[in-house]
């Protein structure tokens, strides 16, 4: 699919390793996945082409949303943190995630990024994707939603030459719709080529510049928000999360030896995930534990 980092070209990455590559993304986004709702926090992907118009209807939100709605971002750029400054400059706190060679973003550097997270002042995290209408449609970031932006100035056809990222959409945003005058383009057409890809056609008309459709659009994230600040109740117990640790502990054995030595151990613990780094996590019981001196047990040295 993309000739910068190889993701489906079977030619750079046979389609074994890149099956592997894709299931490991889903068992990071399903993480992803549970901090977004455990946090109550509408997580939604951002993507579309370069230039469509992504970053601006993000500022442009936060001029509409005026403190309504606590907006927060991560923004993905091959090589510049331009966008993540825009939008900071709007009032959406924001972080850059510097993607270099990769045309896409994955869970794990959207969750590289989530690392002390403002969550507290958080409604809605929009990670704004890598521009490209292509690769960003398969890798799941955790999201509970799609929006693809597509501008009225890419052409009518885009959503059947590209119908992957149309699939997988939840809502498009046709952008830039104030330069429809000075087009020779049919909105209309743009639709049917729509609801062709999509299977449950959503599309709001909007202009960053001139605010239109900013409320309907506004009205659809305050919609997608109810189910997850309703079941953020439930989440917030916390979740059984295994992670594998290595550390070495002091230990005396019977022949009154002490030393101490690795030891990889699998631990189920709950945490509250997103204020600790993964290193921080709270354990259930010591990592450290005792030996009693009379128990027999293996080490292997
Ligand atoms: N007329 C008009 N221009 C717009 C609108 N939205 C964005 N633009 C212009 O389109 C260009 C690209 O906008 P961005 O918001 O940077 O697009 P993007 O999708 O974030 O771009 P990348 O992140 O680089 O892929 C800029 O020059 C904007 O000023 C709009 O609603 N109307
Ligand atoms: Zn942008
Ligand atoms: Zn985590």
């Not at 992803?32 to 992907?45: I, M, T």
């Not at 970031?141 to 939840?170: C, H, R, W």
């Not at 019981?285 to 009693?292: L, N, Q, W």
Request: glycine share 8%; hydrophobic share 35%.
């Amino acid at each position: 699919m993309c000739t910068t980092c190889g993701c489906g070209d079977t030619e750079l990455v046979p389609v074994e390793l890149h099956d592997k590559i894709l299931a490991g993304n889903d068992r990071q986004a399903a993480h992803n996945r549970e901090h977004f709702l455990g946090h109550g926090v509408l997580a939604l992907n951002l993507m579309g082409s370069p230039g469509a118009g992504k970053t601006a209807v993000l500022e442009a939100t936060s001029r509409f949303a005026e403190g309504r709605l606590k907006l927060s971002a991560v923004s993905a750029d091959l090589a510049t943190d331009n966008d993540a400054r825009r939008l900071e400059k709007a009032g959406i706190p924001s972080k850059a995630i510097t993607t270099f060679q990769a045309c896409h973003l994955d869970a794990a550097m959207v969750h590289h990024a989530l690392d002390g997270f403002p969550w507290d002042r958080s409604d809605v995290f929009f990670i704004e994707n890598v521009g490209n209408l292509v690769c960003p449609a398969i890798y799941d970031l955790g999201q509970a939603a799609n929006v693809v932006a597509l501008s009225v100035t890419e052409g009518e056809d885009k959503p059947i030459k590209y119908p992957v990222m149309f699939q997988k959409a939840d809502l498009v945003l046709v952008t830039k719709c104030d330069l429809v005058p000075h087009l020779d383009i049919d909105l209309a057409r743009i639709d049917d080529a729509i609801s062709r890809v999509m299977p449950n056609p959503k599309v709001l008309r909007v202009s960053a510049r001139t605010g239109e459709g900013l409320a309907e659009w506004f009205a659809w994230l305050e919609e997608q928000r109810r189910p997850i600040v309703q079941g953020k109740g439930a989440h917030m117990h916390g979740h059984a999360h295994s992670h594998e640790h290595t550390h070495s502990h002091e230990h005396t054995h019977a022949d009154g030896t002490v030393h101490s030595h690795p030891h990889a151990h699998v631990h189920e613990h709950p945490h509250e995930h997103g204020e600790a780094k993964a290193e921080e996590h709270q354990h259930e019981r010591e990592a450290g534990h005792a030996h009693d001196p009379a128990e027999k047990h293996e080490h292997r040295h």
